[in-house]
């Protein structure tokens, strides 16, 4: 069982920057690949970013690639997602999720979410 809670998000000006949080209860979070996904108002949920179990893979949506950066510290149980030159098309929640097979932007192979947290870029 793995319990996730992100923290980070925020109000921002187009072109700023945010960092998301995402913390992992459980010993085995080093061995589950970890995903970020948003989800806009009247959108469905998107891939963002994803990571493999030891960060040495990383994926990207291609909407956020060059700007987002996707990271992760087994020690601290915790996944990093650096957001740099927002848009307001970034608005969103934000949700992170682990997967105990592999790094995927397919949202119904990960295991266990998060509750979200909310970015907002205004123009």
């Known amino acids: 069982q793995v319990q996730l809670v992100e923290s980070g998000g925020g109000l921002v000006q187009a072109g700023g920057s945010l960092r998301l949080s995402c913390a992992a209860s459980g010993r085995t979070f080093s061995s589950y690949a970890m995903g970020w996904f948003r989800q806009a108002p009247g959108k469905e949920r998107e891939f963002v970013a994803a990571?493999?179990?030891?960060?040495?893979?990383?994926y990207y949506a291609d909407s956020v690639k060059g700007r987002f950066t996707i990271s992760r510290d087994n020690a601290k149980n915790t996944v990093y997602l650096q957001m740099n030159s927002l848009k307001p098309e970034d608005t969103a929640v934000y949700y992170c999720a682990a997967d105990e097979f592999s790094a995927t932007d397919w949202g119904r192979a990960y295991d266990y979410w998060g509750q979200g947290t909310q970015v907002t870029v205004s123009s």
């Open positions: 990571i493999s179990w030891s960060g040495g893979s990383t």
